[in-house]
C-alpha cells in the first residue's frame, strides 16, 4: 500500500501561486498514475487533474486549464501541482491519490489518498 503526504498549502492573495507537492512511500511510484482532486466545504471532491506514471500524458480539468500543470519526479517519488493566478474558487482542500481504475477523471478510481493540504485563496 502506498502512503501519500500532501505539503505546500496556505493563505495567498488572488493572482498569487502555490506549488503543492505528494510524496509517496512504499510501492513504485513510477507504476502509478496519480491525481489531484480538491473538496471546497459543503461540495463534492472534484477532479483538478493526473498523470501518467512516467508524466507523458496529464489531464486537466476545465476550470484549471491552462492555471495549474501536474508533473512529478520519479527519482524523487514525488508529485508536483503548480497553481498560477489562484482565484478564491480555489479554495479547498487538496488531495493527492493513487489511480487504481480505468477513468482519469473520477475519484472512486483512485484507491489511496493523502491527508489533504488546505489551499486559502483570499480575494
Known amino acids: 500500500q502506498v502512503q501519500l503526504v500532501e505539503s505546500g498549502g496556505g493563505l495567498v492573495q488572488a493572482g498569487g501561486s502555490l506549488r503543492l507537492s505528494c510524496a509517496a512511500s512504499?510501492?513504485?511510484?513510477?507504476?502509478?498514475?496519480m491525481g489531484w482532486f480538491r473538496q471546497a466545504p459543503g461540495k463534492e471532491r472534484e477532479f483538478v487533474a493526473a498523470i501518467s506514471g512516467s508524466g507523458g500524458r496529464t489531464y486537466y480539468s476545465d476550470s484549471v486549464k491552462g492555471r495549474f500543470t501536474i508533473s512529478r519526479d520519479n527519482a524523487k517519488n514525488t508529485m508536483y501541482l503548480q497553481m498560477n493566478s489562484l482565484n478564491p474558487e480555489d479554495t479547498a482542500a487538496y488531495y493527492c491519490?493513487?489511480?487504481?481504475?480505468?477513468?482519469?477523471?473520477?475519484?472512486?478510481?483512485?484507491?489511496?489518498w493523502g491527508q489533504g493540504t488546505q489551499v486559502t485563496v483570499s480575494s
Open positions: 491519490a493513487r489511480r487504481s481504475g480505468n477513468s482519469y477523471y473520477s475519484s472512486r478510481q483512485y484507491d489511496s
Open positions: 512504499g510501492g513504485t511510484f513510477s507504476r502509478y498514475d
